[in-house]
């Protein structure tokens, strides 16, 4: 049997390590994934709250309902929310002496546990939480008759192509909405196995200084270059290839999730393989 990874022991490790992420976080999971019927009750009493609000309730006509945008935000602002929360929550204690020892001593190898975390944290969490959101949301709108749309519903509709967009996104955006999972997943992932205290704060600590640095290196480079030779470049470059501007614009895309993806996942393997208590 390899020492490095057996198909037999890595399905078992898996089971147990959902099982044991399952029993830590299922809470976490499931509020804030019904944050759409939250929300909207929330909204309803807030609105009936006023005197045009209670009088449209007596007479039985509708009360306002949040609108489609405002779901929208609320939407990628608690999914934010949760894949920044998720991983230290998760794995965290990695880095803690006692739970990270025992996690060592589990019988499986370093390289089946890190895919089992990466499995966990990129595909199986991210998938559950925006299946039940999105579930969720349209269960509001199927009993709440005066809900403007599911988001499900919106997102199928969704179509840039027809309002005259120079490219088009790729499956209606979605990959997209997987690009910035994975990229976030990843960052606070690597945060969560770096810091042993304050994970998320320093997590985001660093990104800011690290933002902070790249914007005056590029403040320092703009500087030197004449900013309208720069825009007529780019009109140039723009025209030239507008029939190209959707292979190019995906091609970016993917370029910046295999980099950041890719060299945070590495990090994150290091961090694993040389973990020491």
Known sequence: MSNTFNINRFGKY?????????????????????????????????AALGQDGFAAFISGTPIARPPLVLRIIMFFVVAG???????????GFLTEKAPGTDWIGLPASRLEKFLSMMLTCLVIVPCMFF????????????????????????????????????FKLGAKGLWFLINWTLQTVSVF??????????????????????????SMITAAIASSIDPDSIMTFIETWAENHLDK????????????LVLVVGGLGLWSWFKVKNLQH
């Open 81 to 91: 929310l949760f894949f920044i929360l998720f991983p230290s929550r998760a794995y």
């Open 131 to 166: 299946v039940v959101y999105l579930l969720s949301d349209g269960i509001v709108c199927l009993v709440d008759k005066h809900c403007e749309t599911s988001l499900f519903k919106a997102w199928l509709d969704f179509d840039l192509v027809k309002d005259g967009a120079p």
């Open 189 to 214: 992932l690597l945060g969560a196995l770096i810091f042993k205290k304050g994970k998320i704060a320093k997590t985001i600590l660093t990104l800011f200084l690290i933002s902070m640095v790249s």
């Open 14 to 46: 898996m089971a147990y390590d959902l099982k044991s992420r399952w029993k830590d976080q299922w809470l976490f999971l499931v509020v804030f994934a019904i944050l759409p019927m939250i929300f909207h009750l929330i909204f309803l009493f807030f």
């Open 245 to 256: 501007l959707d292979l190019w614009f995906n091609l970016l895309t993917n370029a910046s």
